[in-house]
T-cell receptor
Framework: GAGVSQTPSNKVTEKGKYVELRCDPI?????LYWYRQSLGQGPEFLIY????????DSGLPNDRFFAVRPEGSVSTLKIQRTERGDSAMYLC???????????FGEGSRLTVL | GDSVTQMEGPVTLSEEAFLTINCTYT??????LFWYVQYPGEGLQLLLK?????DKGSNKGFEATYRKETTSFHLEKGSVQVSDSAVYFC?????????????FGQGTILTVHP
């Protein structure tokens, strides 16, 4: 595609439910990043993939959060047993090789009731 | 750990006014510095960057100079337009394999009135 695509754009769920957020990076980009942005704050790094492997997952807040990128393209961020504090905008970005400019998607807004 | 502090907003200006958004950072070594912009309804976009001390990044009339002695990277524009209304984020990265692992400031909302 022309840019980074994230789905869904909005997700409302109930506390305790499981959620998946999808990111489709720019074609050919090997590096993929997930960030979380709370209201009124800057984005915070969650995890970085180079190809299929997670090169750095130091930003994942706890073991309820998990991300995969099985074929080195699309990535899914998975959140188990959601909590109200997980409510945020989840941003995905990709870059051509991990050393160049990041291109961000428009984000998936998650609301946990 | 690394951190970025931006001037508190929001900032409201009239068209053609001079803009400064302050940004200071705390980091080890020699990070790369960035300004990102988020226009309403759009994703974050890189506005400009500087990778070493005294470098000046520039784009679309915006400028910022990497000042290591003051650990600052202030964003300036001589004459703002209504279309510059957006949220501006200062950020840094440690480069190398961590180039895309950005530490962001909290953002500054800019509103420009005609």
């Amino acid at each position: 595609g022309a840019g980074v695509s994230q789905t869904p754009s909005n997700k409302v769920t109930e506390k305790g439910k499981y959620v998946e957020l999808r990111c489709d990076p720019i074609s050919g980009h090997t590096a993929l990043y997930w960030y979380r942005q709370s209201l009124g704050q800057g984005p915070e790094f969650l995890i970085y993939f180079q190809g299929t492997g997670a090169a750095d997952d130091s930003g994942l807040p706890n073991d309820r959060f998990f991300a995969v990128r099985p074929e080195g393209s699309v990535s899914t961020l998975k959140i188990q047993r959601t909590e109200r504090g997980d409510s945020a905008m989840y941003l995905c970005a990709s870059s051509s090789d991990g050393a160049g400019e990041l291109f961000f998607g428009e984000g998936s807004r998650l609301t946990v009731l | 750990g690394d951190s970025v502090t931006q001037m508190e907003g929001p900032v409201t200006l009239s068209e053609e006014a001079f803009l400064t958004i302050n940004c200071t950072y705390t980091a080890t070594g020699y990070p790369s510095l960035f300004w990102y912009v988020q226009y309403p309804g759009e994703g974050l976009q890189l506005l400009l960057k500087a990778t070493k001390a005294d470098d000046k990044g520039s784009n679309k009339g915006f400028e910022a100079t990497y000042r290591k002695e003051t650990t600052s990277f202030h964003l300036e524009k001589g004459s703002v337009q209504v279309s510059d209304s957006a949220v501006y984020f200062c950020a840094l990265s440690q480069g190398g394999t961590s180039y895309g692992k950005l530490t962001f400031g909290q953002g500054t909302i800019l509103t420009v009135h005609p």
